[in-house]
């Protein structure tokens, strides 16, 4: 891929009233030159459906999306992952659950990767009709990982809708049952917290250390790691801080908690992220915002060789999300 250097030119007219500067002139002043690194990662988003309709979804993911990966477009991606043997990969949504390839795409590319992730929502998992899911993922040793982002059940039902912490917490106890989570059983099940508003989280260790004490005394739940992360102002988060008059506030708050040490670890610099229907992006975030990798429309069929390191990085002001604190990684 040619190497040309990318501008904020992205953002949008409304954008540049916000606050905060543009996100590469933040970088500029710390003389941080943002680049790719050897791409170790590859990302797939196998469709925007979803059971839910979280606020703080950056892609508007929702029961009504009809953008679902196809037969055709899972073959590619299998393909892609032959080609380029990647570290890690990462299936994500939606809810990547009800994607209906979702079985075969899981037992084609365990083969091609030592960690294979899904992510998950838990409640899309509360239909027993997807416990031979379930039981896939554990026979290929899936990393789940699981978004549950408050211990308060009235937090979690704001965010999310209403039943989904108990629900969650069922499905929790379900994959503790099957060994996940549990020491020594390769098992690995990993939380994922947001906040529910527009606020940065709190201290990772701090929260973690929280999850662990209270799901084990109060359901008997374990698990592997928790990450804390800040919320992305796109899709429908973005909406609601709108609506909410918080988004200037919110922007600011991101941009002022910018933290030049976290820029090395950021995720879009060893990752490729795949759409639903095979467009390839530098991360999950610039693929809500529809900034292509390359700044090319370039289908995952049409990429010769994976980005090298050293090519730029298509950035906006969603960036500092990821920068924020001790980052997005």
Not at 27 to 53: F, P, S, Y
Not at 106 to 124: D, F, G, H, K, V
Not at 296 to 321: D, F, M, N, W
């Amino acid at each position: 891929m040619q190497s040309v250097q990318i501008l904020d030119t992205s953002e949008k007219i409304s954008d540049r009233k916000l606050p905060a500067e543009p996100f590469r002139q933040t970088l500029a002043k710390h003389g941080i030159d943002l680049r790719r690194d050897k791409t170790t990662t590859l990302q797939v988003n196998v469709g925007l459906l979803c059971n839910q309709t979280c606020r703080h979804c950056h892609f508007e993911a929702g029961p009504n999306r009809k953008e679902v990966m196809n037969g055709e477009t899972a073959d590619h991606v299998v393909s892609f992952a032959q080609r380029f043997r990647f570290a890690v990969i990462d299936i994500t949504g939606g809810a990547p659950e009800m994607n209906p390839n979702l079985v075969s795409l899981i037992e084609r590319l365990a083969r091609l990767t030592p960690r294979l992730m899904l992510r998950s929502n838990l409640t899309s998992l509360a239909n027993t009709e997807r416990d031979h899911l379930i039981h896939v993922c554990r026979k290929n040793r899936v990393v789940m990982v699981a978004s549950f982002p408050a211990l308060n059940e009235a937090q979690a039902d704001s965010q999310r809708g209403r039943g989904v912490f108990r629900q969650s917490i069922e499905v929790l106890q379900k994959l503790n049952s099957l060994g996940y989570g549990q020491t020594d059983s390769g098992l690995e099940l990993n939380l994922v917290s947001n906040p529910t508003g527009a606020f940065l989280p709190s201290s990772q260790e701090e929260l973690e250390k929280r999850f662990c004490q209270v799901l084990k005394q109060n359901w008997g739940i374990v698990f592997n790691n928790l990450f804390s992360f800040a919320n992305v102002p796109l899709g429908k988060f973005r909406q609601w801080l709108e609506r909410s008059g918080n988004l200037e506030r919110y922007l600011q708050k991101l941009a002022s908690s910018f933290n030049p040490c976290a820029v090395e670890g950021l995720m879009c610099r060893s990752l490729v992220s795949v759409s639903w229907d095979g467009y390839v992006y530098d991360c999950d975030f610039n693929q809500a915002r529809g900034l292509f990798l390359g700044r090319e429309k370039t289908h995952i069929t049409e990429l010769r060789e994976l980005p090298q390191p050293g090519e730029p990085i298509a950035v906006s002001y969603h960036c500092y999300t990821c920068t924020a604190g001790t980052g997005f990684t």
